[in-house]
């Protein structure tokens, strides 16, 4: 049986980390090396990551350098012929790796992904689903504008080989894993997506203080304009058009959010800016229409626009959705 390595990021989690770890060891795939990597916690979580008595717990503790470190931190210390990601918060039905391994042993691929729940529940049933799973190509993948893909590395299992050469972006407080989720898409070139809901995305009350500053954080506009420098190298012509499109949404989202919030105008401004200078680029490429008259109408009135996004709904909405989709 091929080794799996579960890698955990852990920072002040002491309230979620037993019923995270837990869910791990219960899983029916027993071959695996639980990394649990502290990241300087200041609470119990470092404690509670020493008192697991399992042999394939492996613990790091570590000064407090954010996620993106602690999972590389975890990339370095496996030894599985296989990689999956689960936040300390989060946690996972019994038979998670087992069905992701699954999926890629049969399609004969190197990534796999299931999808998410998210929500507030603390011992969530997951429900028993008729299994079903889509190969996309990586083209295809993202032309489609009905695709289940998220643009996260939870939710999904990736061979070792992935990570040659490839981890994290560090010092980025947002979107730091679409980087790697992205690039580990396209040097694997496909990937089999099934239905079955097996991650339960827990949001904690933590998560949710988190995201009430008004300030805008521009994290997202380097991780994309990295993403294009990335498919330059390759001359992906094509893929570079969407990820400049995706930027566009992107940053009409974040301008639409901004406006409600009421967040500080030069945010509003440099939102504009850049979605002026990405739309300029690819104006004439081909997208589906309801994306292309959304990206052309909020270019000539991006304040009216966002009043009826915000009241109506047109098309960020739709994205928003499909985002945090279960």
Known sequence: MDLVSVIVPVYNSEKYINRC????LDQTYQNLEIILVDDGSADKSGKICDSYTDSRVKVIHQRNQGVSVARNSGIDEAKGEWICFIDSD??????????LLGLCKKHSLLVAQCRTVRGTDSNYSFPNEKPNEKVWEIGDLYESPNRDFRGIVCGKIFHISIFDNLRFWTGKRIAEDEDVA?????????IVIGNRHLYYYFMSQESATRTKSTAVNFDFVEIYENRIRFLEEYQEIRLIEITKKELCIRLMMY????????????????LIKNFKQYYGEIKHASFPKKESYALKLFRMMPDPFSFLENHVGIIAKNKMAREKKI
């Open 255 to 270: 301008y639409i959010e901004a406006k409600r919030k009421r967040s500080p105008g030069k945010d509003k401004e440099r």
């Open 90 to 99: 989060d946690y996972v039905s019994t038979d998670y790796i087992e069905y």
């Open 182 to 190: 992205f690039k580990a898409v396209y040097k694997a070139r496909r």
């Open 21 to 24: 770890v837990e869910s791990i």
